[in-house]
């Protein structure tokens, strides 16, 4: 289709100390379908980092298409005025459902970027991210048409409690959150462990050096060597700052936590 924006790598490519797979290891692998009017703001981002490095890896498979490629008046025409009457335009239900159908497969889940939705987490992060193909549709204007939520779209998710010029930014935000948990992702696999959210809590404070600067010194602990006492400081810092800035995750903690 023209317009798509290709960010998947065809060539495996292996940085300097990776060691090549083996033709028989299993790699856990997740396509995603990013669909917008404005495919260039969802592919940028996506294209560097850890998300380019997932991509030559062959962990993940990104692309943002243009809905409009899938219109068929000679204006490319993606929307209309809303029956009933109001301000605004409503993404018309033909080049949807015509995007959809052509990338969905039978593994597929679609989701709806939309304030209306299932607000997103760290936990539904993981849950996507476990997922073979997700398709994300972009809202604009006023939103879809409700017969495409009502046929198409298996969930609506919402990055937050506030409104985005288009659906596309939320679109690289879900993808960055869910592609960096796929195994192999992070040089460091117990990094993701360690993220806020993770556990139910805000993450501990990180230091590095030097050991004081500007009069504010590493606490002594991390200078110790003893892991039992770091784990421990951390929990604890990591409790502090939940309970400072985020006491509602306390209360779904597990009563062992």
Known sequence: MFGVWRLAFEVWRFPAGRKRQTPNAKLQTLRIDILTLFPAIAAAPLAESMMKRAQERGLATIRAHNLRDWTTDKHRT?????????????????????????????ESRVLYLSPA????????????????????????????????????????????????????LAAAVLADAVVRLIPGVLGDEQSAADDSFSNGLLEFP????????????????????????????RREQALAKTRAVRPDLLSKLAPEQ
């Open 206 to 233: 990180h230091y590095t050096r030097p050991v004081e600067f500007r009069g504010a010194r590493v606490p002594e602990v991390l200078l110790g060597g003893n892991h039992g006492e770091i784990a421990k400081w």
């Open 78 to 106: 993606t929307d209309d005025m809303p029956y009933g009457g109001g301000q605004g335009m409503v993404l018309k239900c033909e080049p949807i459902s015509a995007a959809i159908e052509a990338l969905r497969t039978p």
């Open 117 to 168: 939705g299932r607000r997103f987490d760290q936990r539904a992060a993981m849950e996507f991210s476990r997922m073979p193909h997700l398709i994300l549709l972009c809202g604009h204007y006023e939103g879809v048409d409700q017969r495409v939520l009502d046929t198409l779209v298996d969930e609506e998710i919402s990055i937050g409690d506030y409104v985005l010029t288009n659906g596309a």
